[in-house]
């Protein structure tokens, strides 16, 4: 094999890989114009303890989504990997069962969501300029949404199996642009929360139809079936899905708990501001990084599954060396004129503090690096060990910062104890992705 820089495809795979790379970046491009414009206009129709407020109520139900495991990611890198090998029948018997486990899963979620609204107390610092019962209003409609996301999730595996990202990506794209600018546009005619809720569950309806609809025109011979649910697979598939469910629990207590973490002791306006921070240095670099590696996830499963194990490596080398090259210029790009990008697109509405963006970037940095090492095993469904240490380091990280926070330090505290636990995870994670690797033959 020819030694250089470039990727080693095949004709078909390029063609694949080029659409599934430009679609995914015309849409990313526009999220990310998106996300310049959200906080700014929220902030001027909203207010700042509105925004902040509306913040943390997305992050509520968010959080209670770790109750959710995620067995269609799982299940869709086995179908990828059997289909590559014209195992229809196993295809359908992964879809089926991944199909009931949402199904009961959607009513364990049930039950703690009705056991959290009614024993939780909402007494939190950054509720204080809100009415009580207009904030549970809001949050029944938040959560109700999250149902529509949850099955969301099966169709779009019966849609993107076979590596068709695009149909997928354009319609959620399209309806999270149609969810905030709407949002935003109520803003202009009312303060009332309320309605926002209201548009958010109106937009993740209509993406749900729109979705099937798609599925029912891309499925092929994908079909789902009750006679193909069993026990043994239903079991099978869950254990496969433990790793991605370690996973989403690390991401949604990183992320949400933070914002939590933060409403709980101080105002929305500190709210407001990591939140703007981690969304320009830490989020908008994270969705250009999955770009690439939501590109590649279905190369790495099907060269998996036809035991094409040097060109497997070959591009993996290749993967690294291209997100540390981008990773690199980011890091000199943010530090240096970071502030001033950041301090224009708020129009000065938050102090940033130079050591907070120092903590933000590091920790998109090892993410980031860690997200890329990890490919390789996550294609094919092995990254279990890693994926439960780095939650349990997470999750304890979270309690240790509200303890730090509950004595009197500083919020920042929280992003440094952030910044050691990405790292540790990056370690582990390098570690068994090496293992792996060089086990491949």
Avoid at 15 to 34: E, G, I, P, T, Y
Avoid at 397 to 423: D, E, H, P
Wanted: with cysteine; proline share 1%; hydrophobic share 50%.
């Amino acid at each position: 094999m020819k030694n250089n820089i470039f990727f080693n495809f095949s004709i078909t795979q390029k063609k694949r890989v080029k659409k599934n790379f430009f679609s995914l970046f015309s849409n990313l491009s526009s999220k990310l114009l998106l996300q310049m414009m959200y906080p700014p206009l929220m902030l001027l129709f909203w207010g700042v303890d509105n925004f902040g407020i509306w913040l943390f109520i997305t992050a509520i139900p968010s959080t209670l989504t770790m109750f959710n495991i995620n067995f269609t990611q799982a299940a869709k890198i086995q179908m990828s990997i059997n289909d590559s090998q014209n195992k229809r029948k196993l295809v359908n018997t992964i879809f089926s069962n991944g199909f009931g486990l949402i199904i009961i899963n959607m009513i364990i979620f049930t039950l703690i969501c009705i056991s959290a609204f009614f024993l939780i107390d909402l007494d939190f610092k950054v509720f204080e300029s809100i009415d009580y019962q207009e904030l549970k209003t809001i949050l029944f409609l938040i959560i109700l949404s999250f149902y529509f996301s949850i099955f969301d999730s099966i169709l779009v595996t019966g849609i993107t199996y076979r590596g068709k990202l695009n149909i997928a990506t354009n319609v959620k794209t399209l309806f999270e642009l149609l969810l905030k600018f709407s949002i935003i546009t109520c803003g202009i005619f009312s303060d009332n929360l309320i309605y926002a809720g209201i548009i958010f569950l109106a937009a993740s309806m209509l993406q749900t139809l729109i979705l099937y609809y798609y599925y029912l025109e891309n499925k092929k011979y994908l079909f789902l079936s009750i006679k193909l649910i069993k026990l043994k697979e239903l079991l099978f598939l869950f254990k496969l899905s433990l790793s991605f469910y370690a996973e989403a629990i690390t991401n949604i207590t990183k992320h949400n708990g933070l914002i939590i973490l933060l409403g709980i002791f101080f105002t929305s306006e500190i709210v407001g501001l990591v939140s703007t921070v981690k969304t320009l240095f830490y989020f908008l670099t994270l969705k250009f990084i999955n770009l690439i590696v939501h590109t590649s996830i279905y190369e790495y499963s099907i060269g998996y599954g036809k035991k094409q194990a040097k060109k497997l490596k070959y591009n993996y080398k290749r993967h690294i060396f291209y997100i540390f090259l981008i990773l690199s210029i980011f890091t000199i790009v943010s530090l240096i004129i970071g502030p001033k990008i950041y301090n224009f697109w708020t129009n000065d509405k938050y102090e940033l503090n130079y050591f907070l963006l120092l903590l933000v970037v590091l920790d998109s940095v090892f993410y980031n690096l860690r997200d890329t090492i990890c490919i390789i095993i996550k294609s094919v469904n092995k990254f279990l060990r890693p994926a439960i240490i780095e939650t349990s380091l997470t999750i304890s990280a979270i309690l240790i910062s509200y303890y730090y926070l509950s004595i009197g330090f500083n919020f920042t505290t929280v992003l440094l104890i952030n910044v050691i636990t990405t790292f540790i995870s990056f370690i582990f994670y390098t570690y068994f992705s090496l293992k792996f690797y060089y086990k491949l033959k």
